[in-house]
């Protein structure tokens, strides 16, 4: 997976500010992705991190788990996710929490 350089640990600050549509439209410029996919950490902590992930369409992320409690919310577009058997069809607006440990995989529609 292509990826931007990692993030630092949480600022001294007691929250961070992100400014989404710019974070997409740096992503955009980076394409050709090699994977179809592009990530980058925005926020990373020792028990909190937020990486935003850019799917070129019909694009996969293979299964994977997180060890901790995920959650996924679509900002553009739409992704089919798969886990524990069940297939969610989700997209833009849509936000989906995911517990520990669980195998799950995505693809781009």
């Not at 992100?18 to 439209?25: D, G, M, P, Q, V």
């Not at 369409?57 to 996924?72: C, M, N, Q």
Request: aromatic share 8%; hydrophobic share 40%; proline share 6%.
């Amino acid at each position: 997976m292509a990826s931007a350089s990692p993030a630092p640990l949480a600022p001294p600050a007691d929250f961070a500010k992100f400014e989404l549509s710019r974070e997409i439209a740096d992503s955009a410029k980076k394409k050709p992705w090699a994977s179809g996919h592009f990530a980058k950490t925005l926020f990373k902590n020792f028990d909190f991190r937020v990486v935003l992930i850019s799917m070129e369409r019909a694009s996969r992320l293979k299964e994977h788990h997180a060890d901790g409690t995920i959650s996924i919310h679509v900002l553009q577009g739409a992704i089919r996710l798969n886990a524990q058997g069940t297939t969610h069809e989700l997209r833009a607006s849509s936000l989906f929490t995911l517990a520990p440990s669980i195998k799950h995989a995505r693809h781009s529609t």
